[in-house]
T-cell receptor, first 116, second 111 residues
Framework: GAVVSQHPSWVICKSGTSVKIECRSL??????MFWYRQFPKQSLMLMAT?????????EQGVEKDKFLINHASLTLSTLTVTSAHPEDSSFYIC????????????FGQGTRLTVV | DAKTTQPTSMDCAEGRAANLPCNHS???????VYWYRQIHSQGPQYIIH???NNETNEMASLIITEDRKSSTLILPHATLRDTAVYYC????????????FGPGTRLSVLP
């Protein structure tokens, strides 16, 4: 099946710094990608919808100035956590779906962010 | 998207079939049933999806009741590596729409 790759798989950063997470669709183009966040023992929660060539759509309660999303090409979306704080520590997952009818979405392997 | 209800957890003996139920009594005619699973500290993995007919692939079978109000995911011969959280998601087949994850069923395959 199609492959979605995230990088890095894990990252540790200091409070106040920024961290960029990349999400790539390796063998298909994706005009839309989704970013989720997952806290321990909880389910995935949608953060934002990333649209190629336009602004991302953020879910209620997600600060767009803190979680910067750039979808500059049909195969790459990036999520930048700015001025990270310990409460931003979480598992971040992206998702993309090939175009066409009746297709499933594919998820990246996730990025474990720890802010110390 | 229609709401789904799944048991919180289930156990299954290794080598036996694992049958994971999902209730979606408010499903509408154009909504598909998708199943994903998430192994610890990994992203969700697609398993199978269907509209109204039963489906089978190399991973699992999906049985959808005639009234489409419930479905069952069947792993025919569960292995220890099938231990994961299984999510049943009902949604229209809209490219631009995300997947909404509930709490899922935590399946433990026991030796």
């Amino acid at each position: 099946g199609a492959v979605v790759s995230q990088h890095p798989s894990w990252v540790i950063c200091k409070s106040g710094t920024s961290v960029k997470i990349e999400c790539r669709s390796l063998d298909f183009q994706a005009t839309t990608m989704f970013w989720y966040r997952q806290f321990p023992k909880q389910s995935l929660m949608l953060m934002a919808t990333s649209n190629e060539g336009s602004k991302a759509t953020y879910e209620q309660g997600v600060e767009k100035d803190k979680f910067l999303i750039n979808h500059a090409s049909l195969t790459l979306s990036t999520l930048t956590v700015t001025s990270a704080h310990p409460e931003d520590s979480s598992f971040y997952i992206c998702s993309a779906r090939p175009g066409g009818r009746n297709t499933e979405a594919f998820f990246g392997q996730g990025t474990r962010l720890t802010v110390v | 998207d229609a709401k789904t209800t799944q048991p919180t957890s289930m156990d299954c003996a290794e080598g036996r079939a694992a049958n994971l139920p999902c209730n979606h009594s408010t499903i509408s005619g154009n909504e598909y049933v998708y199943w994903y699973r998430q192994i610890h500290s990994q992203g969700p993995q697609y398993i199978i999806h269907g509209l109204k007919n039963n489906e089978t692939n190399e991973m699992a079978s999906l049985i959808i009741t005639e009234d489409r109000k419930s479905s069952t995911l069947i792993l025919p011969h569960a292995t220890l590596r099938d231990t994961a959280v299984y999510y049943c998601i009902v949604r229209v087949n809209n490219y631009g729409q995300n997947f909404v994850f509930g709490p899922g069923t935590r399946l433990s395959v026991l030796p």
